[in-house]
């Protein structure tokens, strides 16, 4: 067995708290080369003080919704969202709009990375700003698009994802300042709230946003599209026969890190999605943010197989 391995057998057996502080050092050395990039983000602080934001994920529920509205209004659009069939719509409009996505991992090789995000960038309206999330994995997004010449066109910010968040964390404010390594978490949506309440809106709406992956027996139906480049046979390759166990446990993680936040900034984050079983925050009708309902009686039924 060579070190590597011995430290990997290791680590399981170290207290909490300790594992936790070397598993900072250990992100905080990869972030080192990234502090200058990361840095630049001071330009959002406070840019959308006392506004709302809606963040879009791709849960089955936001199929219900017709979207087209929020032409008018500062969106997050969240991973894959461009492939819903109002995108573009969605992302026109004179109010900012900003596309999300979590850093690079593992099982996805750099190619499915690398087609997934030419995909994207064929699809992404000039003004949408990039905001892409970095981590100490080697073939992370900076890594891929400085290879390979991707979105050199957009205006992007980054983050750094490293703070572990674990049985014994306390809550640190710093760590969720995107001019710092802020909290590694399970989803996108999670790094999306981060920087929405850094940009600091009043009120911050989630769509989409179901997490309820167990649920289903058929990967396909588990979100608004069928399959996507960088997200298939998750069943097989991702958790093999664990998978509903091991997501149990993934969205145990994720509605901590929201509870947290809706702990310090209650008041602030809405769910309008139309379905799922995200119970931390206030629900909310979508229709309840607008002055009348008419132009939400329309709604989108589609299927899409990319």
């Known amino acids: 067995m060579n070190v590597k391995n011995k430290l990997k057998s290791f680590l399981p057996l170290l207290p909490p708290i300790l594992f936790d502080k070397l598993f900072y050092i250990n992100r905080y050395i990869a972030f080192k080369k990234y502090k200058a990039l990361v840095s630049k983000n001071s330009e959002l602080k406070d840019i959308h003080q006392g506004k709302r934001g809606f963040i879009l994920g791709s849960g089955p529920s936001i199929k219900k919704e017709n979207l087209k509205p929020l032409k008018n209004e500062i969106v997050f659009a969240l991973n894959n969202f461009y492939v819903h069939p109002d995108f573009q719509e969605?992302?026109?409009?004179?109010?900012?709009?900003?596309?999300?996505?979590?850093?690079?991992?593992?099982?996805?090789?750099?190619?499915?990375?690398?087609?997934?995000?030419?995909?994207?960038?064929?699809?992404?309206?000039?003004?949408?700003?990039?905001?892409?999330?970095?981590?100490?994995?080697?073939?992370?997004?900076?890594?891929?698009?400085?290879?390979?010449?991707?979105?050199?066109?957009?205006?992007?910010?980054?983050?750094?994802?490293?703070?572990?968040?674990?049985?014994?964390?306390?809550?640190?404010?710093?760590?969720?300042?995107?001019?710092?390594?802020?909290?590694?978490?399970?989803?996108?949506?999670?790094?999306?709230?981060?920087?929405?309440?850094?940009?600091?809106f009043n009120e911050i709406i989630l769509l989409g946003m179901d997490h309820d992956y167990f649920l289903y027996d058929d990967e396909k139906e588990m979100r608004m599209y069928s399959s996507?480049?960088?997200?298939?046979?998750?069943f097989k390759r991702t958790f093999d026969d664990s998978f509903y166990i091991k997501e149990f446990l993934?969205?145990?993680?994720?509605?901590?890190?929201?509870?947290?936040?809706?702990?310090?900034?209650?008041?602030?984050?809405?769910?309008?999605?139309?379905?799922?079983?995200?119970?931390?925050?206030?629900?909310?009708?979508?229709?309840?943010?607008?002055?009348?309902?008419?132009?939400?009686?329309?709604?989108?039924?589609?299927?899409?197989?990319?």
């Open 90 to 200: 969605i992302m026109g409009g004179d109010v900012e709009k900003y596309y999300i996505t979590a850093p690079t991992h593992l099982p996805q090789t750099e190619q499915e990375w690398r087609n997934w995000f030419i995909g994207m960038e064929k699809n992404m309206p000039c003004n949408a700003t990039m905001i892409f999330g970095l981590n100490g994995y080697k073939g992370n997004i900076k890594y891929i698009f400085d290879k390979y010449n991707i979105f050199q066109q957009h205006k992007i910010y980054w983050y750094f994802s490293g703070v572990n968040v674990g049985e014994y964390y306390s809550f640190n404010k710093r760590h969720i300042d995107i001019i710092n390594m802020i909290w590694a978490a399970e989803a996108v949506s999670v790094y999306a709230l981060i920087i929405a309440i850094y940009m600091g």
């Open 228 to 234: 996507a480049i960088h997200q298939k046979d998750e």
């Open 250 to 306: 993934r969205q145990y993680r994720i509605f901590c890190k929201y509870a947290l936040l809706q702990k310090k900034y209650k008041g602030k984050v809405f769910n309008a999605s139309n379905g799922g079983i995200l119970k931390v925050f206030p629900q909310k009708k979508l229709m309840s943010f607008f002055d009348y309902d008419e132009k939400f009686i329309e709604k989108s039924d589609y299927h899409m197989d990319l």
